[in-house]
């Protein structure tokens, strides 16, 4: 599966985005989908993953509360609405698609995903 992410750009802190994640090539609703980030310097970690059903949701931390994960299999896409940014939240943002199934214990892990989409740029001024 081929993914493609959009939608970074630059806010000012409070401010809010939308990512969108779209995919082509293989049967978009059998995978589970994830989004990581990474800021300059740093390792890519996790943010948020949704089961190929959408039953299942997880999030890091630092963002619940402000940022929802969903996806449309109609679209063959997935979002990430962001809220209440921060410049904390300043990274690359990626995209992920998992061929297995995505648990608590495993959504967190680069590891968990075979496909990788190009980053998009969020940049959050104070």
């Known amino acids: 599966v081929q993914l493609q992410a959009s939608g970074g750009g630059l806010v000012q802190a409070g401010g809010s985005l939308r990512l969108s994640c779209s995919a082509s090539?293989?049967?978009?609703?059998?995978?589970?989908m994830g989004w990581f980030r990474q800021a300059p310097g740093k390792e890519r970690i996790f943010v948020a993953a949704?089961?190929?059903?959408?039953?299942?949701?997880y999030y890091e931390d630092s963002v619940l509360g402000r940022f929802t994960i969903s996806r449309d299999n109609a679209k063959n896409t997935v979002y990430l609405q962001m809220n209440s940014l921060n410049p904390e939240d300043t990274a690359a943002y990626y995209c992920?698609?998992?061929?297995?199934?995505?648990?608590?214990?495993?959504?967190?892990?680069?590891?968990?995903?075979?496909?990788w989409g190009q980053g998009t740029q969020v940049t959050v001024s104070s």
């Open positions: 992920a698609g998992s061929s297995g199934e995505l648990l608590w214990n495993n959504a967190r892990y680069s590891d968990s995903y075979s496909y």
């Open positions: 090539g293989r049967t978009f609703s059998a995978y589970g």
């Open positions: 949704i089961t190929a059903r959408g039953d299942q949701i």
